[in-house]
């Protein structure tokens, strides 16, 4: 068989696909129930169609819980498309349905629009489509078929050009003219797609006119362009849209020519880059329509999985439940976000991730409500406070009510709000204790057995969990999680608050240690102690770049004294967080913020720290940066990301402190808890560095005054 040349070749269109969400299932159910009834009349709804998906995907009509709002707009960069509902009140009145009837009706219409010039001046008559469907309310079995009414060319169409790729038959130059005229052409629509336009173009410019342009934008004899927001993906076929376009310019009288040029214009975001390089464009005859035709073939129902002329069915006895639904809208929020805008983003690891709160209040309550933002189901609290009459304008899992009786427990209370909040999430709350550094523990055998059950606790409830977020009021509270999370090696994410100023950090992830006398890692590079010298790094000044994650500090090493009670003889206002309201807000989110983009990196909680001289580089992941610590100064609405190394004399994950709990457990934390500061500091060797600090600076005076 000899090849074909290119005037042999019929342009082939591909096919709209419908999807249906759960959303709009679920909106149906209630206006059946609630407006329609036993009206069968046609009922106007609203779909909408996007031109960015990547290779592969087929070419999608989607309807969703917002297909009955009419009037609302589409979402951005997608083009709307209104349809006529027909929704049977019995499974034999859908069978039985006359489907040519209805398609010829539709047909018809918008025959008549395009020999009138309406077809013109709106365009969106080009893309109107037919729903039929029946609701089993009982079984909750939704029967539907859908249709995209397309006129047809008696012969075809001839393709004259073969479709090309844009970026192999225009410039770049060229390419950046188109992309800013489309801009510039929605813009003056007050939208952020046009489904149709005119296009004509040198070697220099690109000037786009709306359809309702044609008579005046092609002077005389000129070559005549049209662009179509084209849904497919595939290289060598126009979508849907475009076939109804081409028997529109067909029937104009005063058509300039018989030949058009088409862009199928494809605009696609992968990782915040934006590109038309892949649209579409070729040439086409466009064969004549008789002046007396009544109205052209037409063609448009969808045939159903089994590639056949047929309905389909979907079954949402299960997702219908409403708590089944809220969990459905809570991920197709984060789907958007990879479909979109970050397709590379793994939300499986995100939404498995089991995180332990250790602190309800403030920073607690907004931690949470962003963890399910991203979809966490295992969030667990633990918080040994009560719920008082200053809380619930902070603390927005907390109301008014739960103040009432001297206060409901914390961590109770906020395992009580995110079920009702959402009903998919698995919380759990722990109404207990922390033992700290400078509270001794030893008044009695109860108080210390008492302490010893909560250390176990802590340690189960840290080994169950992969994210351990310290959220307490007090310095020393967080002492003994950064122990115990250094020892399992569990990411821990830190963040503290000031009056204007907080900090968020991660905890440098610690790798296995192999030996007794304080060697930390598996191998030499792991070791802190000789790269950070013997004094803090930094204070968490940016004094370094490039760290690794386990070479990172942690919230106590830029610390030169142990911690002790920090409570006493203070004020109230010196017992207690005061900062401005809306700090705590900022500093969870981005807390939460911090651990997505380290579970997006491939090495996790031991990526290198990203810092401020990273900003303008190629972020390592997708969702960008994966700083060490970040910290914010609220009266200049700044932030800077420091990154700081591991101080080998740290009170709380210096190798030796880590090696003593491995080793002695709750008797070493005993120690701890019932000595003064002295302890840990003579045992990491804070004692000694004061010494020989103090004696330098008594040398250096010395020096001063004999000079």
């Not at 000899?2 to 042999?8: E, I, L, R």
């Not at 499974?91 to 398609?103: G, I």
């Not at 800013?180 to 410019?205: H, R």
């Not at 309702?212 to 934008?217: D, I, P, S, V």
Request: aromatic content about 8%; hydrophobic content about 40%; charged content about 20%.
């Amino acid at each position: 068989m000899a090849a074909s040349t290119s005037a042999d070749l019929k342009l082939q269109f591909a096919p709209f696909s419908s999807a249906l969400e759960a959303g709009f299932w679920h909106q149906l159910t209630q206006r059946k129930l609630n407006d329609y009834r036993l009206d069968e009349s046609p009922k106007c709804i609203k779909g909408y169609y996007y031109n960015g998906d990547p290779v592969g995907l087929p070419t999608r009509l989607t309807l969703e819980f917002r297909a009955f709002d009419v009037d609302g707009s589409a979402p951005a960069h997608c083009c709307g498309a209104v349809g006529k509902l027909y929704n049977t009140n019995t499974l034999d009145a859908f069978k039985s349905t006359d489907k040519k009837a209805l398609l010829d009706k539709e047909s018809k219409e918008l025959w008549d629009a395009m020999r009138s010039g309406d077809a013109l001046t709106d365009p969106s008559v080009l893309c109107r489509f037919i729903l039929l469907t029946f609701a089993d309310l009982k079984k909750y079995h939704f029967y539907y078929w859908f249709c995209f009414p397309a006129l047809c060319f008696p012969e075809g169409i001839k393709i004259l050009k073969k479709p090309s790729v844009l970026e192999t038959v225009f410039t770049a130059k060229q390419i950046a003219a188109l992309q800013e005229a489309y801009d510039g052409l929605c813009i003056k629509g007050g939208t952020t797609s046009v489904p149709y336009f005119l296009m004509k173009y040198t070697d220099d410019a690109v000037q786009l006119a709306a359809l309702a342009k044609w008579a005046t934008f092609f002077p005389g004899d000129q070559k005549v362009t049209v662009g179509v927001y084209d849904p497919c993906t595939l290289s060598q076929h126009p979508g849907w849209p475009l076939r109804n376009l081409l028997v529109l310019l067909a029937s104009q009288r005063d058509a300039k020519a018989d030949t058009v040029e088409v862009l199928c214009f494809r605009d696609r975001t992968l990782q915040g880059s934006r590109s038309i390089q892949h649209s579409v464009i070729f040439q086409v005859k466009l064969p004549e329509l008789p002046l007396d035709l009544a109205c052209p073939k037409s063609v448009g129902w969808e045939k159903n999985a089994k590639g056949v002329m047929g309905p389909r069915m979907v079954n949402l006895s299960e997702c219908m439940d409403p708590k089944r639904l809220a969990e459905s809208s809570v991920d197709l929020n984060l789907k958007l976000m990879r479909w979109r805008l970050v397709p590379s983003l793994d939300l499986d690891k995100v939404v498995s991730t089991k995180c332990l709160l250790l602190g309800a209040g403030t920073l607690g309550c907004n931690v949470a409500r962003t963890l399910m933002g991203w979809g966490v189901r295992h969030i667990t609290f633990v918080d040994n406070a009560k719920i008082s009459y200053s809380n619930p304008v902070r603390q927005p899992l907390y109301e008014f009510e739960d103040c009432l009786g001297g206060g409901k427990a914390k961590a109770i209370a906020a395992v009580d709000r995110l079920t009702k909040i959402f009903p998919g999430v698995n919380a759990e709350g722990f109404n207990m204790s922390i033992p700290m550094p400078g509270h001794p523990v030893n008044f009695s055998q109860g108080t210390l057995a008492q302490a010893q059950r909560d250390v176990e606790q802590l340690e189960k409830l840290i080994s169950e969990h992969d994210v351990v977020f310290l959220l307490m009021d007090t310095r020393e509270s967080r002492w003994l999680p950064t122990v115990i999370a250094g020892s399992k090696r569990k990411l821990v994410i830190n963040a503290a608050l000031g009056f204007d100023t907080f900090v968020v950090m991660r905890h440098g992830l610690k790798k296995a240690r192999q030996n007794a006398c304080g060697d930390v890692d598996s191998s030499p590079s792991c070791s802190s102690g000789s790269s950070s010298s013997s004094t803090p790094s930094g204070s968490g000044s940016s004094m370094f770049s490039n760290i690794p994650g386990h070479k990172l500090g942690c919230y106590f090493c830029n610390d030169v004294v142990a911690p002790g009670d920090s409570t006493r003889d203070r004020t109230l206002d010196q017992q207690c967080t005061v900062s401005r309201p809306g700090l705590a807000m900022i500093a969870g989110a981005l807390a939460v913020e911090m651990m997505v983009s380290i579970l997006q990196h491939s090495e996790g909680g031991y990526a290198v720290a990203s810092s401020s001289d990273d900003r303008m580089n190629e972020p390592p992941t997708s969702l960008g940066l994966v700083p060490h610590q970040i910290r914010g100064f609220l009266s200049r609405f700044d932030n800077v990301l420091p990154a700081s190394l591991a101080f080998d004399k740290c009170t709380a994950c210096s190798p030796i402190v880590l090696d003593h709990y491995d080793k002695e457990g709750f008797h070493f934390l005993s120690k701890v808890f019932n000595s003064s500061h002295s302890f840990l500091e003579d045992l990491t060797g804070l004692t000694l560095l004061h010494q020989e600090t103090q004696a330098a600076e008594i040398w250096d005076m010395s020096d001063d005054e004999s000079i």
